[in-house]
C-alpha cells in the first residue's frame, strides 16, 4: 500500500517546509518536493500543517484507583487520543505489592491486546522492590521493552515507597539504561494535612488542594533529584505543577544534573480557581498534584520555552462524576484523582502555546511528540517526519476552531475540564503507521491497529542524545 501525502507545510522539531511525503505500507519512505510517484491513495495536504503523531508518555486507561477504575479502557481511551492527534501513548502498568513485576506487565498487555486504535508501550509503576527482585527489572528493561519505571513519594499505604526503595531503583535502571519517573510530593506530610481538614469538617472538593501546598511538590522534587544525584542516574519528573517544583528541576539542570521533567495541560490552563465552582463542581478538577494559582502557568511557560520541562503529557486518569467522583461527596479525600485529557492535548497546547506566541511550531512538535520519543526510547521510528521512520502523521488543520465539550468528545467521561472552551487548531487526519485511522474527523480504524512498542535503552545510554533533550 502506498500512500502520498502532498502539498503540506512539514514541520518537525527542527523543520519546516513544503514538500510532499511517500509511505510504503507503514513506514515513510521518500520526502521531497512535488513526487510524481503513483499511489494507492493521495492525502492533499494544502494549507495544512503535517506534524509528527503526539507522543502521550502518561497515560491511565482502565487502572484500577481510588476504590474505582478509570473510565477510559485501551480502547475508549486510544480510539479517544487518535481523535486528539496522538498516535502513542506509554501507559502505566502497575505492580500490587509484594507480587511479580512481570505479572503485572502479563496484566497490562492483556487489558490491552488487541483493543487499541494507536500504538502504546508501558511504564511500570513498582510498589516494592527487594533485591530479589531487580532481576526483574533487567528482564523488563533488556526484553520487554519496559524501560522506565514511575515510583511514588505519594499516597502511603497505596503507591508510596521508602527513599531506600527509591534509590535502590534508581541506581539498579540507571546502571541498565532504565529511567525512574518520580512521582515527587511528600505525601506523609500531606496525609498528616488532609486527616486535620477533615477533623475540622473541611470536606469540600477545594481542600484537596488546600491540603497539598506546593512546598510538598518543591520537597519531593528536591529528594528525587538528590536521590538520584546519589545513585549516578537520571531522574523524570512527572506531572509537575508549579513554579516551586519547577525552581527545583532548574536548579539542578544549571549544574549538569539530568533531570527531566514533564507537565501537563492542565497545570498551564486551568487554576486553584476551578475548585471553587458550584457544588460539588470542583470534584472535577481533583487531581495529583492539584491545581495551582493562575501565576504558576506564565512560570510553567518560561520553563517550557527555556527547555526546563522538555515534554508536555497528560496524565489521563479519567474518572466520571457520576458514581465516581461522587464517591467523595461528603469527603474530598475519597473523591478519585484523576482528569480526562488525551483528547484535548495537542489542540490545547496548539491553541495555548503556538496561537499565543508562547511557543514555536517546532517547539510544539518537540514537546508533544520529539522529546518524549528520546527520553522514552522511540526516536527515530517515532517523534518525527523522516525517512525509515514509522508514518505516524498527523495533517493538522492550524486556522480551524473547535469547542471543547463532553457533548462532542470522544473519551468514555461524562465532563470535560475545558467545557465551553474555544481552540484553534484540528488535527483532521491521522495516520498510525501508514494506515488512516481518522479522516477528517472522523475514526475509520479498528480495534487491534495499535501495536505494543518495545522501547530501547539507547537514548539514555548515548549521553549526548540525552543531552539533546537536556
Ligand atoms: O490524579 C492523578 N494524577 N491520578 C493519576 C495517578 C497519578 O498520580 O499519576
Ligand atoms: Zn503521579
Ligand atoms: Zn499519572
Redesign the pocket.
Known sequence: MKTLIKNGRIITAVDDYIGDILIEDEIITVIGKKLEMEADKIIDAKDRLVIPGGIDA?T?MDMP?GGTTSADDFRTGTLAAAHGGTTTIIDFAIQAKGTSIIGALDTWHEKAAGKTAIDYGFHMIVTDLPQERLKEVKRLINDEGVSSFKM?M?YPGVLLVDDATIFRGMSFAGEHGGLVCM?AENGVVIDEIVQRAIAKGHTAPKYHALTRPTKAEAEGVNRAIALAEMAESPVYI??LSCYDALKKVKEARDEGVPVFAETCPQYLFLDYSDYEREGFEGAKYV??PALREKWNQDELWTGIRMNDLQVIST?H?PFCMKEQKELGKDDFSKIP???PGVETRMSLVYNGGVVAGRISLNRFVEITSTAPAKIFGLFPRKGTIAVGSDADIVIFNPNKKMTISAQTHHMNVDYNPYEGRQVQGVPETVLSRGKVVIENEKYVGKAGDGKYLKRSTVQLRHREVAAAVH
Open positions: 502518561h491511565h484507583f511514588f505519594a512521582h512527572v506531572h487531581m495529583t496524565d486518569c484523582n484523576g482528569a
